[in-house]
């Protein structure tokens, strides 16, 4: 991964972390709509080795596949990049471990993390979430249920709320629309959709 500085001021970059399993327009979306909501210059697509809440899921896919299909799925978007530094390194792929490697990494560099309103409700039971505040702040974008009056305010101090598109998509449905042969045209950027079914990803048998 390679970032260039804006002349006169820190470079922001966004990381926005998941498995990618597979990656959607709803990633997409929200990912254009934090880095013009908050002005960052790149968001860096962070594939993860192994998940810390989904270390015995079953249906992940391999790593090489979820690397190249969210490569294929930013594609066109020079705001996007995409690092395969979690799926380098290996094992569980804790945040503020990754935000350590990044900032030493990119010395100066302004990081901020991308979530879910669902993820910043179980924010507190991450590993060490003071230090990963510490080193990035928390661009988050609204979801269906999500209850911001129950975050601590020592954590929202640190959080701007996106109003991304609200989207009702997941990669676990994407999934098991793959596996009972159900499309998902219109679900998925078309390149991803094509890796999918060319590799038989998810039983992904449709065209």
Not at 117 to 127: K, T
Not at 169 to 198: F, I, N, Q
């Amino acid at each position: 991964m390679s970032t260039r500085r804006a002349a006169g001021r820190a470079e922001r970059l966004g990381l926005f972390g998941g498995s990618f399993n597979p990656p959607h327009v709803a990633h997409l979306a929200v990912a254009e709509a934090a880095a013009e909501a908050a002005g960052l210059d790149r968001v860096v697509w962070m594939p993860a080795a192994t998940p810390p809440h989904k270390r015995t899921s079953a249906d992940l896919a391999d790593a090489g596949h979820r690397l190249a299909m969210t490569r294929l799925a930013v594609r066109g978007n020079a705001r996007f990049l995409v690092s395969d530094l979690e799926l380098t390194r290996g094992g569980v792929s804790y945040t503020v471990d990754t935000l350590r490697a990044l900032h030493a990494a990119h010395p100066g560099t302004e990081w901020a993390l991308v979530l879910g309103g669902d993820s910043l409700a179980g924010f507190a039971s991450w590993r060490e979430p003071a230090e990963i505040l510490r080193l990035a702040s928390l661009l988050v974008y609204r979801r269906p249920g999500s209850d911001e009056a129950a975050i601590h305010p020592d954590v929202l101090e640190h959080v701007t709320f996106v109003d991304a598109p609200r989207l009702d998509l997941s990669s676990t449905g994407l999934r098991a629309r793959l596996a009972d042969g159900r499309t998902v045209r219109y679900l998925v950027p078309d390149a991803v959709r094509r890796y999918a079914a060319e590799h038989g990803l998810y039983a992904g048998k449709e065209g």
